[in-house]
């Protein structure tokens, strides 16, 4: 198992960067994928970007391709998500996810949250 903790959200306004850090207990951060996804108010919860347990492939949402990065640092257990050129409707609480599998294809372990709220 794997515990995630994620940090790093807040208010910024619209076109401003912010990085989302997800930090990661146990011995094996490196057999997960590792994933990004939100939730607005309101709304469901959303995909929004993933890395494989290797680091060699991403994935992203359409909505945020080109603005936001994902990155690992196995050495560090830990998973980034570097979101620029933020927009009001980027605004909701964003989730870290694992999942033993080279893919994220079904989650199985979730953080607690982290809220990042974009004002225009």
């Known amino acids: 198992q794997v515990h995630l903790v994620e940090s790093g959200g807040g208010l910024v306004q619209a076109g401003g960067s912010l990085r989302l850090s997800c930090a990661t207990s146990?011995?094996?951060?490196?057999?997960?994928?590792m994933g990004w996804f939100r939730q607005a108010p309101g709304e469901e919860r959303e995909f929004v970007a993933s890395?494989?347990?290797?680091?060699?492939?991403?994935t992203y949402a359409d909505s945020v391709k080109g603005r936001f990065t994902i990155s690992r640092d196995n050495a560090v257990k830990t998973v980034y998500l570097q979101m620029n050129s933020l927009k009001p409707e980027d605004t909701a609480v964003y989730y870290c996810?694992?999942?033993?599998?080279?893919?994220?294809?079904?989650?199985?372990?979730w953080g607690q949250g982290t809220q990042v709220t974009v004002f225009s």
């Open positions: 996810a694992a999942q033993a599998f080279p893919f994220i294809t079904t989650p199985t372990n």
């Open positions: 890395i494989s347990r290797s680091g060699g492939s991403t």
């Open positions: 146990g011995r094996t951060f490196s057999s997960y994928a």
